[in-house]
């Protein structure tokens, strides 16, 4: 997921009861509830039209794609079979494309106990293309037979590359064959979801755990806004689900209560703790580092001014010290971002190749080039008609609450004043309101942040199509548009990453529409009495298989 933005999580454990307390441990953890905080009220929990990396956790819980995420020993998530029953028959074309045909797992039920059937999973994927349903990541599906027709409004959805040939049957028709289809089939976004159900209760459909029906391990038990989102064991998943019996999601973000909550032991697993205690958390090894495919940057509005120049626009990147960001404000391991595109994600070559050591930096991040580049930021800004800042209009920063974006921005507004000699003004916003604003492009500088949704380049790249859910630049550029798609439209590895290292070079070394800051890494804090959660680096927490010691 987006996949974007930094992810606060807490997972807390509520009352076992002091019966419970004195059963063996497999019967304590049968009656227990694990309280989990992911960030505050979510903007949807539509799978199709979520974008955040909150709600696709909770996704994750409540949904199964054809495939899923399972821990592969060692804590981290491998995409293995999920509603499929194993992996798909795949046939090469003479026209090139390419089928997966997929067996379903026999007897799948919908969490009310209705059958779910191949022709769900065709409705579902068909809806997400649909323009009609507007949704984000509607380009998650592209490389499916006449996808991008229908997103452009010229084939119908009934002529998406998928079929249900029987019930228990699908077949997918891609025009290539797609080295990260399996991530594909994790994803939210292609998640099934039922029809009769949208179609009578409308948007409304996910608000009430009557018409909240969902296939995954947990299904919706109460939605109470602003204060929590609670999930029980679904009793009508096909196999059986060893962790709590309930999740409670709470909805908060304040750092502060977080960390005091874990403190008192009401919470029993925290992320990002305020930035002043991170260091000495690390020094007493309470707070774990773990790797996170993504980077934190900013968006500039590309079709307003004063952000509609780019020679603007790479002055306001070249100006910011992103080692004194890692090292004196997040402090978590971070690395400073030299592309758009993050460490960790592999090449042509495979595993042990990197596209960003490959793809180079676009700026120097030597501390002793700092000031040139600050020189080359203050003659970029001159040469766009402001001097040493002189006559450039005082411009907005927006960010969502949080204390370490708040730090980020207030580092930044600093920089661009000191080093340009610019005014930003800081805007804080509620989290539902913030992802508004951004999406439609009300406004000027942007906090932004982007997780990888599959391990591949594309993913990071793709988003900046012209008209793309996830452009939240309104970035435009027909020659990076050729790349992309003639990179979407080859299965050949080493052309692939060719053409989309020229991509990049055009989305961040010429139009600088973003302004990477750093790589991320995932941090946290956890009970030793809580065991079995996994992870992906992607950003997903899985706690089905949770333990606690009584």
């Known amino acids: 997921m987006k996949k974007i933005l930094s992810v606060l999580l807490t997972v807390s454990v509520l009352s076992l009861g002091i019966a419970a307390c004195q059963k063996k441990p497999a019967e304590a953890v049968a009656s227990s509830t694990i309280t989990a905080v992911f960030g505050s009220e979510p903007n949807t929990i539509d799978p199709a039209l979520n974008s955040a990396v909150d709600s696709a956790i909770y996704l994750e819980h409540l949904f199964e794609g054809l495939y899923k995420y399972e821990d592969n020993g060692s804590g981290i998530g491998k995409a293995v079979p999920g509603l499929a029953a194993s992996a798909p028959r795949k046939v090469i074309n003479d026209d090139g494309t390419v089928t997966y045909t997929y067996t379903l797992r026999a007897g799948l039920k919908w ?92 948007e409304q459909w996910t608000f009430r755990p009557s018409t909240y029906i969902s296939n995954g391990p947990y299904r919706l038990k ?71 495919l993504g980077t934190y940057y900013v968006s500039f509005n590309t079709q307003k001014a004063p952000f509609n120049d780019a020679r603007v626009r790479k002055a306001f990147n070249l100006a910011i010290d992103r080692n004194y960001i890692v090292t004196q404000i997040t402090r978590s391991g971070q690395k400073p971002a030299s592309g758009f595109v993050p460490s960790g994600i592999a090449d042509a070559a495979g595993a042990g190749s990197d596209f960003r050591q490959i793809g180079g930096d676009y700026y120097s991040l030597a501390d002793a080039d700092y000031q040139k580049n600050v020189a080359e930021a203050k003659q970029l800004l001159a040469d766009a008609g402001y001097p040493d800042g002189a006559g450039f209009p005082v411009v907005e920063y927006i960010y969502n609450t949080n204390d370490a974006h708040r730090a980020v921005a207030e580092a930044l507004q600093n920089m661009w004043k000191t080093s340009l000699g610019v005014n930003v003004t800081l805007s804080n916003q509620d989290w539902a309101v913030f992802l508004d604003t951004r999406k439609i492009g009300n406004f000027q500088i942007a906090r932004d942040g982007w997780i990888g949704d599959y391990n591949d380049p594309m993913n990071f790249l793709e988003m900046y199509l012209t008209g793309g859910g996830n452009n939240n630049s309104q970035y435009a550029n027909p020659a990076f548009d050729a790349l992309i798609k003639q990179a979407q439209s080859t299965a050949v590895a080493e052309e692939r990453m060719k053409l989309m290292h020229q991509a990049e070079d055009i989305l961040v070394g010429q139009d600088a529409a973003v302004g990477p800051i750093y790589f991320y890494t995932q941090s946290y804090m956890i009970n030793p009495k809580i065991t079995g959660m996994y992870y992906t680096p992607l950003g997903y927490f899985f706690f089905k298989n949770v333990k606690i010691a009584s």
């Open 222 to 292: 109460e939605w109470v806004h602003n204060s929590h989102l609670t999930v029980e064991k679904n009793p009508n998943y096909y196999e059986s689900v060893t962790g709590p019996d309930a999740i409670r999601f709470a909805l908060m973000d304040d750092d502060n209560a977080l960390l005091a909550g874990f403190r008192n032991g009401e919470l029993d697993y925290i992320q990002t703790p305020p930035v002043d205690e991170i260091q000495g958390l690390l020094n007493s090894g309470e707070l774990k580092v773990v790797p996170y």
């Open 111 to 202: 969490s009310d106990g209705k059958p779910l059937v191949a022709q769900d999973i065709v409705y579902s994927w068909r809806r997400l293309v649909d323009p009609a349903t507007a949704a984000d990541y509607s380009y998650m599906i592209t490389m499916v037979k006449n996808a991008d027709e229908i997103m452009a409004g010229e084939k119908d959805k009934s002529e998406l590359g998928i079929a249900a040939l029987d019930e228990g049957t699908v077949e997918i028709t891609l025009t290539y064959d797609c080295p990260f289809f399996d991530e594909i089939a994790c994803f939210p976004a292609t998640f099934p979801v039922r029809q009769d159900v949208i179609e009578s209760a409308g």
